[in-house]
Structures are given as C-alpha cells and as structure tokens.
C-alpha cells in the first residue's frame, strides 16, 4: 500500500517522496546519481530505463504528473556514486613516492625553474585529488597551462593520467571553452579533468568570464528529469594547452594561469597514476592545501610576466616612464597617451593605459573629482612620436 493515501473525499494518489519511492521499489528499480558525470541513472536488474520508462509507470498507477520526474531526481540525487574517489582509493598507497618521476616526465624550457615545475604540478594534481574527494564547496585555484610547441605531447600526457579505459569518461580532451554557450559549460564540468584546447582562442571570446568561469564553485545546470536548472557541487579541474608563447592578454592579473613552458612531455610512462593520486590523497588528509602560497604566487607572478602579450599601448608607456624624474604630474589615463601622442584616444585605450599604469604605479587617486596617478614621462620629440602614432592600426 502506499504510504500517503489520497485526502478525504479525492481518489487520485498524492504524488509525494514517499509514494514515488514506494512505486520504483515495488518494481525494483535503483536509482543512483554520478557526482562526477552529474548524470543520473535508473536501473531494473541490469536493464537500464528511460524517462519514458518511469513516466509509464508512474500513469499506470495513478502517479502521473508533471512532478513525478523531478521527485524521480531528487531520490536519485540522494544515492550518490563517485567513480573517480572510488579508484582513487581502490587501493592504499604503497608508501613508494612517484611524484618526482611524475614531474621528470615534463620537460621544461632550459630557463625554466624546475622547482616551478614541481610545485606548479603538485598544486594542481592535490586539486584534482580536492576535486573528488572534497565533502563539498570545492573551488579550483588554477589552471595548469602547459605552453609549447604542437606535438610535444601536451594533450596525451593529460590523458595518461588515468587508465585508458576511464579517459573518454572521465577526461575531457581540446574542448572549446566557450563560457556563453550552455551546452559547453556542461560538456566540461561533466568530466574530471577538463583540456581546453587552443587556450589563446578562448581569451579572445571574453577572457573575464572565462576566468570566473574556470575558478567557480558551484555549476547551475538543468539536468534530464529535472525541469529547471540545480545547483551541484563542481567536480572538475582545468588545465589548458597553448601553443603562442604571449598568449596571456588579461591586464588584470594571471595568477589563475599556472604556466609551464614545456619543451617535451613523457606521456608513454609506465607510472601507476591511481598510486599517485592514492600518495596526493594521504597529504589532502593530513591537511595539505591545494593552491599556492604567498612565495609560489609571487614566483609564479614574475614567471608569467614572460607569457603576456605586449600591446603598442603597453610598449608606448614603458618606454615614456621615468622612474628617475622626482617631480611626476597628475594625469589621467587619456592625458597620458595624448603625452604619448594618441590624439583623441578613445574609450577603450583609455582603459587599456589605465590597466598598464595601475600595474605600475597602483591605484589612482581621486583628484578634484577625476581619477589620476602621478606620473613622469621622459621628454623626446612629439614628431617623432606622432608619425610613429600615424603608422599604427587600431
């Protein structure tokens, strides 16, 4: 019998929690709901059902609504599963460290520091281990670039980090990220690991929002049975692969880009990669953090400087300051690029010369009403400057 009966004086059965999982547990049906694939599934023996399937039974007996699907979630949403935890602690680690042959399989630029490289891949691989493993609230704090050369095996070397047989559902490889468009936002956070491919070409689309995108912690999505979107946990960790050495063009910062110049990547190692994340697991527990400290923020900040791409803008007033000069003057932003002989420079390069002189010399100050930083320029010859301004594009 189900549990809640119709009200007095009506026929029709209520459709509520407790009659919904009376009904599937009377025809043996198991719900369950994969955090990692944000997927839910329903299962009769090993027959896997529709929602056609369930919405037929739910008609025959007297369970028909609009409704029934969405309580169908829910219930599903109550008996989750974790693939990746689940091989991550398929077995205890050994005890036998393979996280600095891990590293050893990345080779870097020769300036490179290879303790950046180190530290850079720990970081993100924790935040993988977070990503599975984390209660809830899990929010990634970089994204591992790796920066080189096509065919050095940037790609093969993200997909060997888990078995063969896990990568096409667990790995999401050249995915192109495009923050505005529903169904790419949803092909990525329904993976572990996320590729995006051609990282540069995501920049141009909107670089901000990609970079909120990519850090949150929350995805709002509508998934099948349910009629409008959820909120669920994120899952899913990013890395990018770029081939363009300047390929950082945010003026606002780059300490979400954890980039390392790569010359080569061993992706045929024979690592035991569920021994490596098993070792991440046992320092997640103990307490260890995932995103970088002060002095890794720090070197990775002066590292990334090499990565940025360097507008006609940028080199004009590099080239004009005078850290010397003890008698700066307040300027705004377009003041500064008529100094440099801009004439009538528009919105956008005033806010593009903002950016560049609120890396150098901080914040503007409020002056009689209008934002100013105090400036000095080195003197040369407007002609100059001016024919040179003539030959530039914008």
Same mark, same amino acid.
């Given at each position: 019998?189900?549990?809640?009966?119709?009200?007095?004086?009506?026929?029709?059965?209520?459709?509520?929690?407790?009659?919904?999982?009376?009904?599937?547990?009377?025809?043996?049906?198991?719900?369950?709901?994969?955090?990692?694939?944000?997927?839910?599934?329903?299962?009769?023996?090993?027959?896997?059902?529709?929602?056609?399937?369930?919405?037929?039974?739910?008609?025959?007996?007297?369970?028909?609504?609009?409704? *029934?699907?969405?309580?169908?979630?829910?219930?599903?949403?109550?008996?989750?599963?974790?693939?990746?935890?689940?091989?991550?602690?398929?077995?205890?680690?050994?005890?036998?460290?393979?996280?600095?042959?891990?590293?050893?399989?990345?080779?870097?630029?020769?300036?490179?520091?290879?303790?950046?490289?180190? *530290?850079?891949?720990?970081?993100?691989?924790?935040?993988?281990?977070?990503?599975?493993? !984390?209660? %809830?609230?899990?929010?990634?704090?970089?994204?591992?670039?790796?920066?080189?050369?096509?065919?050095?095996?940037?790609?093969?070397?993200?997909?060997?980090?888990? /078995?063969?047989?896990?990568?096409?559902?667990?790995?999401?490889?050249?995915?192109?990220?495009?923050?505005?468009?529903?169904?790419?936002?949803?092909?990525?956070?329904?993976?572990?690991?996320?590729?995006?491919? !051609?990282?540069?070409? %995501?920049?141009?689309?909107?670089?901000?929002?990609?970079?909120?995108?990519?850090?949150?912690?929350?995805?709002?999505?509508?998934? /099948?049975?349910?009629?409008? /979107?959820?909120?669920?946990?994120?899952?899913?960790?990013?890395?990018?692969?770029?081939?363009?050495?300047?390929?950082?063009?945010?003026?606002?910062?780059?300490?979400?880009?954890?980039?390392?110049?790569?010359?080569?990547?061993?992706?045929?190692?024979?690592?035991?990669?569920?021994?490596?994340?098993?070792?991440?697991?046992?320092?997640?527990?103990?307490?260890?953090?995932?995103?970088?400290?002060?002095?890794?923020?720090?070197?990775?900040?002066?590292?990334?400087?090499?990565?940025?791409?360097?507008?006609?803008?940028?080199?004009?007033?590099? !080239?004009?300051?005078?850290?010397?000069?003890?008698?700066?003057?307040?300027?705004?932003?377009?003041?500064?690029?008529? !100094?440099?002989?801009?004439?009538?420079?528009?919105?956008?390069?005033?806010?593009?010369?903002?950016?560049?002189?609120?890396?150098?010399?901080?914040?503007?100050?409020?002056?009689?009403?209008?934002?100013?930083?105090?400036?000095?320029?080195?003197?040369?010859?407007?002609?100059?400057?001016?024919?040179?301004?003539?030959?530039?594009?914008?």
């Amino acid at each position: 019998m189900f549990p809640d009966q119709p009200f007095p004086g009506l026929k029709r059965l209520p459709v509520t929690l407790a009659n919904v999982r009376y009904l599937l547990d009377a025809n043996g049906i198991e719900l369950g709901y994969n955090v990692i694939k944000k997927q839910l599934s329903s299962r009769r023996g090993s027959t896997d059902l529709e929602e056609c399937d369930l919405q037929s039974l739910a008609n025959l007996n007297g369970l028909g609504s609009n409704q *029934f699907l969405d309580f169908v979630g829910t219930l599903a949403r109550r008996n989750p599963s974790n693939p990746v935890a689940d091989w991550i602690d398929s077995q205890p680690w050994d005890g036998t460290d393979r996280l600095e042959a891990l590293y050893a399989t990345v080779e870097v630029q020769e300036d490179y520091p290879i303790y950046a490289r180190n *530290f850079l891949l720990r970081r993100w691989l924790l935040s993988c281990v977070a990503a599975a493993l !984390e209660p %809830s609230g899990f929010k990634a704090r970089g994204v591992l670039v790796f920066q080189g050369e096509q065919g050095v095996g940037k790609t093969s070397w993200i997909a060997r980090l888990v /078995p063969a047989p896990m990568t096409a559902e667990w790995v999401k490889l050249d995915h192109h990220l495009d923050a505005h468009n529903k169904d790419s936002i949803f092909g990525a956070v329904t993976h572990w690991v996320v590729e995006v491919g !051609e990282l540069d070409s %995501s920049f141009r689309k909107d670089v901000a929002r990609i970079k909120g995108f990519l850090t949150n912690s929350i995805d709002k999505l509508r998934l /099948p049975y349910a009629r409008s /979107p959820i909120e669920m946990d994120r899952r899913t960790v990013f890395a990018g692969t770029v081939n363009e050495w300047n390929f950082l063009i945010d003026p606002t910062g780059n300490s979400r880009w954890w980039t390392i110049p790569v010359t080569k990547l061993d992706f045929g190692h024979d690592i035991d990669t569920q021994q490596v994340f098993a070792q991440l697991a046992v320092d997640y527990r103990n307490g260890e953090q995932w995103w970088l400290n002060r002095p890794e923020e720090d070197l990775l900040a002066s590292l990334n400087i090499a990565h940025q791409s360097v507008s006609v803008i940028e080199e004009r007033i590099l !080239e004009r300051i005078d850290q010397a000069d003890k008698k700066p003057r307040s300027m705004t932003a377009s003041k500064v690029l008529e !100094e440099l002989g801009f004439r009538n420079p528009s919105n956008a390069q005033a806010k593009e010369a903002g950016a560049v002189l609120r890396s150098i010399y901080g914040p503007p100050k409020r002056i009689q009403g209008i934002m100013k930083w105090r400036v000095s320029l080195l003197e040369v010859d407007m002609a100059t400057w001016q024919a040179a301004e003539a030959d530039v594009i914008y």
